[in-house]
């Protein structure tokens, strides 16, 4: 991806959204966040959102399900911190500033990972989906709202001119479903359970995928990481 598109690009432009983040995307992904959130009460648990943000999502989780959250952005936790002082959203169990493809939990524990407008922000996604699997318990779902960029055609061209514009905004558009295709191919321990198109403009895609219970845990890297 480049050093155009690195943590520190990402940080800086969160610290300009973190203020007035609620107020751009608030409405604007109004369904999308809460069919997220039907999925993730589906199945309950212990939930991971990763890249939390403002914490905006956090009020339409059930009270039954405990959250942990992590982002990339300081300045979006402090505003996620705010609302879960306001609103006394209990199941909360805590937020951290955390690198979603190097996260600091051991093998298998969530039973949910979501993610929203995640995937097409950070420097490798593949590299993030694999740190979702890893974390998640065998038969748990990852829940997606993102953005599926075009695989051919007039509006992959457009998405390729507007590249520059976006990554300096903080995400990317050329994000295409045969990405995830591969990676789901690659990956051998995980299916997709839905993909459905999500306003604004169909652009967007509410995506479940689901980690097979006879995945058998690799050696948990940060005991690996500790005996050597």
Do not use: C
Request: proline content about 6%.
């Amino acid at each position: 991806m480049g050093t155009e598109f690195n943590n520190d690009t990402i940080e800086k432009a969160y610290a300009r959204w973190a203020p007035i983040y609620d107020l751009v995307f608030g409405a604007l992904f109004e369904r999308a966040r809460r069919a997220a959130a039907e999925a993730v009460n589906r199945v309950g648990g212990r939930v991971l959102e990763v890249g939390v943000g403002t914490g905006i999502s956090l009020p339409d989780y059930g009270r039954v399900t405990r959250v942990v959250g992590v982002d990339l952005s300081e300045p979006m936790l402090r505003k996620a911190q705010e609302k879960i002082r306001d609103l006394h959203l209990t199941n909360v169990e805590g937020l951290s500033v955390m690198d979603a493809e190097r996260m600091a939990f051991p093998d298998s524990s969530f039973d949910v990972i979501v993610a929203q407008l995640v995937v097409t922000t950070v420097p490798d996604p593949e590299a993030t989906l694999d740190e979702f699997v890893r974390v998640l318990k065998p038969g748990g779902e990852i829940v997606l709202v993102s953005r599926v960029g075009a695989d051919k055609g007039p509006r992959r061209v457009v998405e390729q001119w507007l590249t520059p514009i976006t990554r300096f905004l903080g995400w990317r558009l050329e994000f295409p479903w045969g990405r995830y295709e591969r990676w789901v191919e690659r990956s051998g321990s995980v299916r997709v359970v839905e993909r459905r198109a999500m306003p604004p403009f169909g652009h967007f895609s509410l995506i479940r995928f689901a980690k097979t219970k006879a995945a058998v845990a690799q050696p948990d890297r940060l005991e690996a990481q500790a005996a050597g």
